[in-house]
């Protein structure tokens, strides 16, 4: 039965379906550690926001140093998609710091929702046209595989778990998410059902697009409802989103290169930039806001920067610029008119 891979079996199996589940045998095979360790400690710091998720957001650069068409055809977007970030940021933060932080977590969780749902209708790109009540269903179920873990999070974790800063989603009333609750199961239901029925009457199923479907489904619900822990739900999120993100930069990136000429050396000018740059840039937040990493960045113990609230003001929305121009670029570098 003809599969629908979008680089290959072995690869999509590794590099985009695996990390969404690769946390959830981690706590199989050590229960023990990931019990007495449930912060994040600085060495899971180091790994999983540093050189994943911080280093995702510049892989996004690639697209425009290997790609020709994508560089002629956005190069607008990277004059004034950083300016309107700043801008926007600016202003908000000089409104209000925490509102500045709340925003900017719900436009990442949208972000990360839309991902998934991406990388889902990727998978379905070749398919037979489905009927429209199927797309329906289908687009239903990849969103509620997220937008679920969410609710129950706004119901019951806004206390314990945060995305940038404490208490940056607001609380809900435990009704939405019990009305959640069934609307994620009745859902799910349907899309087997109507999978099951074109399977018997077309002999189609599409193995990739299920597993993702499932492994997004773990790594959210894992990472949110099941387990506690901030490093475990750091574990989930940041694997789920930043590797396949990576490898599918990488892949469309160095298939379409018309730049690079010795393409043997692709993937290691592609992993040591990015993690340079997210390095580069995770040194600044912490020498001139955070202040919390300093022995990672070559900080000496007695020492530290003193930054005024008109400088924090001005720099603060200038360092989150990548992480905005990256969101916002998302939305036109992947879109497709076919």
């Given at each position: 039965?003809?599969?629908f891979?979008?680089?290959?079996?072995?690869?999509?199996?590794?590099?985009?379906i695996?990390?969404?589940?690769l946390?959830?045998?981690?706590l199989l095979?050590?229960?023990?550690?990931?019990?007495?360790?449930q912060?994040?400690?600085?060495?899971?710091?180091?790994?999983l926001?540093?050189?994943?998720?911080?280093?995702?957001?510049?892989?996004?650069?690639?697209?425009?140093?290997?790609?020709k068409?994508?560089?002629q055809?956005?190069?607008?977007?990277?004059?004034?998609?950083?300016?309107?970030?700043?801008?926007?940021?600016?202003?908000?933060?000089?409104?209000?710091?925490?509102?500045?932080?709340?925003?900017?977590?719900y436009?990442?969780?949208?972000?990360?929702?839309?991902?998934?749902?991406g990388?889902?209708?990727?998978?379905?790109?070749k398919?037979k046209?489905?009927?429209s009540?199927?797309r329906?269903?289908?687009?239903a179920?990849?969103?509620?595989?997220?937008?679920?873990?969410?609710v129950?999070?706004?119901?019951?974790k806004t206390?314990?778990?945060?995305?940038?800063?404490?208490?940056?989603?607001?609380?809900?009333?435990?009704?939405i998410?019990?009305?959640?609750r069934?609307?994620?199961?009745?859902i799910?239901?349907?899309?087997?059902?109507?999978?099951i029925?074109?399977?018997?009457?077309?002999?189609i199923?599409?193995?990739?697009?299920?597993?993702?479907?499932?492994?997004?489904?773990?790594?959210?619900y894992?990472?949110?409802?099941?387990?506690e822990g901030?490093?475990?739900?750091t574990?989930?999120?940041?694997?789920?989103?930043?590797?396949?993100?990576?490898?599918?930069?990488?892949?469309t990136?160095?298939?379409k290169?018309t730049?690079?000429?010795?393409?043997?050396?692709?993937?290691?000018?592609?992993?040591?930039?990015?993690?340079?740059l997210?390095?580069?840039?995770?040194g600044?937040?912490d020498?001139?806001?955070?202040?919390?990493?300093g022995?990672?960045?070559?900080?000496?113990?007695?020492?530290?920067?003193?930054?005024?609230?008109?400088?924090?003001?001005?720099?603060?929305?200038?360092?989150?610029?990548?992480q905005?121009?990256?969101y916002i670029?998302?939305?036109?570098?992947?879109?497709k008119?076919?």
């Amino acid at each position: 039965m003809k599969q629908f891979w979008i680089i290959n079996r072995t690869q999509d199996i590794a590099w985009i379906i695996l990390p969404g589940i690769l946390p959830l045998f981690l706590l199989l095979f050590f229960p023990a550690y990931f019990q007495q360790q449930q912060e994040v400690n600085l060495l899971w710091w180091l790994l999983l926001v540093v050189f994943v998720d911080v280093a995702h957001v510049y892989s996004t650069v690639f697209r425009f140093v290997w790609e020709k068409d994508t560089w002629q055809q956005y190069r607008q977007h990277l004059v004034w998609i950083p300016l309107i970030s700043f801008a926007f940021g600016f202003v908000l933060f000089q409104y209000d710091a925490f509102v500045f932080w709340r925003v900017l977590a719900y436009v990442a969780v949208f972000h990360f929702v839309r991902q998934q749902f991406g990388i889902f209708r990727l998978y379905g790109r070749k398919e037979k046209q489905s009927s429209s009540l199927l797309r329906l269903v289908e687009s239903a179920a990849i969103y509620a595989t997220t937008l679920y873990p969410l609710v129950y999070w706004h119901a019951y974790k806004t206390q314990s778990l945060q995305w940038f800063v404490a208490h940056d989603f607001i609380a809900l009333p435990t009704w939405i998410e019990a009305i959640a609750r069934y609307a994620y199961f009745v859902i799910l239901v349907l899309y087997c059902i109507l999978h099951i029925q074109v399977y018997r009457r077309e002999k189609i199923f599409n193995l990739p697009k299920h597993l993702f479907l499932v492994a997004s489904g773990v790594s959210w619900y894992a990472g949110i409802v099941w387990l506690e822990g901030d490093l475990l739900f750091t574990l989930f999120n940041v694997l789920a989103h930043g590797i396949p993100y990576m490898a599918l930069v990488y892949h469309t990136s160095t298939t379409k290169n018309t730049v690079i000429k010795h393409k043997q050396f692709a993937v290691g000018i592609f992993i040591l930039s990015i993690l340079c740059l997210a390095y580069f840039e995770e040194g600044l937040w912490d020498w001139f806001v955070w202040q919390e990493h300093g022995a990672v960045f070559f900080q000496q113990a007695n020492f530290s920067f003193h930054t005024s609230d008109a400088l924090l003001s001005f720099l603060v929305p200038l360092l989150v610029v990548p992480q905005l121009t990256h969101y916002i670029l998302d939305g036109y570098i992947w879109r497709k008119r076919s």
